[in-house]
């Protein structure tokens, strides 16, 4: 299974742009880039996956670029409820999606 | 609402004690799974069920006893745990365990503390 480092935190304000990347150079050809946002106290919950180039959705945007060996979730005018930990997971294809879960990013969104 | 519900959401036992969690999930998936979230600790994989049968048992102690009557319900029965057991344990279930886009839905989890 890959593994992902991404930064272990990150500070904004509301009503910025956040870019959190994460850099997963042993990908594999059949592996998809998904994100987890997890608040305290409660489990994680699906945010957005890709495989390349750029997925958009209502909450964020994933960019990867042509290589996978990196991915940049983009969190557009972020709120102080965006505030959480980020987890970038790399996920092979198939079987029972086994997810390995890092330390993520805890991102702290000031007023 | 995820629609995946754990009881209970506290769980206080000493470590001669018997206890067990329960996870429920009303979304007609396939596959669930048990993950601990210890302090300071990436969540850890701990158990995983498709389509009941137990496919990865993530060198657990057996101190920790997975259950799946059903595609619905996972219990884990807890005995003579440890004080470093102490964590939150979720439960997260997915749909058709071979297909690639295979999000996993959590519950809330059950706050264990062992004395």
């Known amino acids: 299974l890959a593994k992902t480092t991404q930064p272990i935190s990150m500070d904004s304000y509301e009503g910025q742009e956040v870019n959190i990347t994460c850099s997963h150079n042993n990908i594999a050809t059949n592996d998809y880039i998904t994100w987890y946002q997890q608040f305290p106290s409660q489990g994680p919950r699906f945010i957005i996956q890709g495989y390349k180039t750029k997925v958009t959705n209502e909450v964020a945007s994933l960019f990867i670029p042509a290589d996978r060996k990196s991915s940049t979730l983009s969190l557009p005018r972020v709120s102080l409820s965006d505030t959480a930990v980020y987890y970038c997971l790399v996920v092979p294809e198939g079987g029972y999606n086994k997810l390995i879960f890092g330390a993520g990013t805890r991102l702290a969104v000031h007023p | ?115």
């Open chain 2, 1 to 115: 609402e995820t629609g995946v519900t754990q009881t209970p959401r506290h769980l206080v036992m000493g470590m001669t004690n018997k206890k067990s969690l329960k996870c429920e999930q009303h979304l007609g998936h396939n596959a669930m799974y048990w993950y601990k979230q210890s302090a300071k600790k990436p969540l850890e994989l701990m158990f995983v069920y498709s389509l009941e049968e137990r496919v990865e048992n993530n060198s657990v102690p057996s101190r920790f006893s997975p259950e799946c009557p059903n595609s619905s319900h996972l219990f884990l029965h807890l005995h003579t745990l440890q004080p470093e057991d102490s964590a939150l344990y979720l439960c997260a279930s997915s749909q058709d365990p071979g297909r690639a886009y295979n999000e996993q839905f959590f519950g809330p989890g059950t706050r264990l503390t062992v004395l």
